[in-house]
């Protein structure tokens, strides 16, 4: 049997920058939070996100994806899910009140269970995260390799979704006006509306 040569990490941190890093239902949620709540309201969802999507990483390398995705209900079910809480999400941003100074808004942040909810639901992330773990080769024996492509895109899923939420929150001070802070939230919801029925029409 030929033995698989082990990689480099780099290629595999570059295509998961452009894969999993890319626009889509959680890492645009995640901007429209930093920029309606801000960054302190919103670490219970970032972690949430990080969560759940590190659960999905964990059934990509133990084979349980393609199970899951194998069964058509139990799919339907988790993108309905998501579906469902990512409008409700979209909702509650669109409808936020403005971020004015270190008063907090009267509008509830999202928690932490809705962020492991959509980073396990998410269709997104079964797809990309698949794409990118079946691309690279990091050690010869499928355990060690195993464990390092999880260590390294664990700490890819950190990176990415806490630079998405610092992207949101850094738009926060440009947003005390209350007329300009709607409309970027507005923007933004419309955005994750549109996230979501790509990813649930793929």
């Given at each position: 049997?030929a033995?698989?040569?082990?990689?480099?990490?780099?290629p595999?941190v570059?295509t998961?920058?452009?894969i999993?890093?890319?626009p889509?239902p959680a890492?645009?949620?995640?901007?429209?939070a930093g920029?309606?709540?801000g960054?302190r309201?919103?670490?219970?969802?970032l972690?949430?996100?990080?969560?759940?999507?590190?659960v999905?990483?964990?059934?990509v390398a133990?084979?349980i994806?393609a199970?899951i995705?194998a069964?058509?209900?139990?799919?339907?079910v988790?993108i309905?899910?998501?579906?469902?809480?990512?409008?409700?999400?979209a909702?509650?941003?669109?409808t936020a009140?403005?971020l004015?100074?270190?008063?907090?808004?009267?509008a509830?942040?999202?928690s932490?269970?809705?962020?492991?909810?959509?980073?396990?639901a998410?269709?997104?992330a079964?797809v990309?995260?698949?794409a990118?773990y079946?691309?690279?080769?990091?050690?010869?024996?499928?355990?060690?390799?195993?464990a390092?492509?999880?260590?390294?895109?664990?700490?890819?899923?950190?990176?990415?979704?806490?630079?998405w939420?610092?992207?949101g929150a850094s738009?926060?001070?440009?947003?005390?006006?209350a007329?300009?802070?709607?409309l970027?939230?507005?923007?933004l919801?419309?955005?994750?509306?549109a996230?979501?029925?790509?990813?649930?029409?793929?």
């Open positions: 049997m033995t698989i040569r082990a990689q480099p990490v780099w595999l570059l998961s920058l452009a999993m890093g890319s889509g890492t645009i949620s995640l901007t429209a920029s309606a709540y960054v309201r919103s670490i219970g969802y972690l949430g996100i990080i969560a759940g999507t590190t999905v990483l964990f059934a133990t084979g994806t199970t995705l069964l058509p209900a139990l799919r339907s988790l309905a899910a998501s579906a469902a809480y990512l409008l409700y999400l909702y509650q941003i669109a009140p403005p004015l100074g270190d008063a907090p808004a009267a509830r942040a999202p932490l269970a809705g962020g492991a909810l959509l980073g396990v998410n269709p997104k079964w990309a995260i698949a990118v079946t691309s690279a080769h990091l050690a010869g024996r499928p355990l060690a390799d195993a390092a492509k999880c260590a390294v895109l664990t700490a890819m899923i950190v990176l990415i979704s806490s630079t939420l610092l992207v738009l926060a001070p440009w947003l005390r006006h007329g300009r802070a709607r970027l939230n507005v923007a919801a419309v955005a994750l509306v996230a979501t029925i790509l990813a649930v029409v793929r």
